[in-house]
């Protein structure tokens, strides 16, 4: 079956880094996404891999490796505003997208 | 309207009552989706369209329907429904189908059977 696993939750102090990771098995492998979710509110796009490495967008990178099944989201200089879920998917072989539960980051002062 | 719009916001519905949830899109995206969510497990898809005029089944397809009658509305009936149909509904749409494409989401119906 096809399947992403990622924390529950993590917790972390403002102005810190944060790596929250995302592990996967799928039927085929078309690209990984990480989108942030705010209670409440809609998935909106964070970054996407499809190649092996780190892309890195303002305070957030993203890392892939494939031959592990393997990705992380590296957030920088964490602000309360990141208090948020993040969720990691895979589009499959059928370019279906395959998410995980999340993962809910809490900041603290 | 830019983006993705669903209505309603929020529903309380009586079990075997028929429902349709409205997702309508002004981006001229070819592929819309719709999933649910339900806490601790990821995003679900229900049904999903390539195209105008074409539909296919996802994950959790039963005692769900969808059609596609144009490209920017993108309706999900559920017949008669059932407690654990008790969700958030998102609809999502992207540029391109079968291929690699950013998902864009609404803002999600909450709805309740009881």
């Known amino acids: 079956g096809q399947n992403i696993d990622q924390p529950t939750e993590m917790t972390a102090t403002e102005g810190a880094i944060v790596q929250i990771n995302c592990t996967y098995q799928?039927?085929?492998?078309?690209?990984l996404f990480w989108y942030q979710q705010h209670a409440g509110e809609a998935p909106t796009f964070l970054s996407y891999?499809?190649l092996d490495g780190l892309e890195e967008k303002g305070r957030f990178s993203s890392f892939l490796s494939r031959s592990k099944g393997y990705s992380y989201l590296l957030l920088k200089e964490l602000q309360m505003k990141d208090s948020a879920s993040y969720l990691c998917?895979?589009?499959?072989?059928?370019?279906?997208?395959?998410w995980g539960a999340g993962t809910k980051l809490i900041i603290k002062p | 309207i830019a983006g993705i719009t669903q209505a309603p916001t929020s529903q309380i519905l009586a079990a075997g009552r028929r429902m349709t949830l409205r997702c309508t899109q002004d981006?001229?995206?070819?592929?819309m989706y719709w999933y649910r969510q339900d806490l601790g497990l990821g995003l679900r898809l229900i049904h999903y369209?390539?195209?105008?005029?074409?539909?296919g089944k996802g994950e959790v397809p039963d005692g769900y329907s969808v059609s596609r009658a144009n490209t920017d509305d993108f309706p999900l009936t559920l017949a008669s429904a059932v407690p654990s149909q008790t969700s958030v509904y998102f609809c999502?749409?992207?540029?391109?189908?079968?291929?690699?494409?950013?998902?864009?989401f609404g803002p999600g119906t909450r709805l309740t059977v009881l």
């Open positions: 998917a895979v589009m499959d072989s059928n370019y279906q997208l395959i």
């Open positions: 891999n499809v």
């Open positions: 799928t039927s085929g492998f078309n690209g």
């Open positions: 981006m001229r995206h070819n592929a």
């Open positions: 999502a749409s992207s540029l391109h189908e079968k291929v690699t494409d950013t998902q864009y």
């Open positions: 369209s390539n195209t105008a005029g074409t539909t």
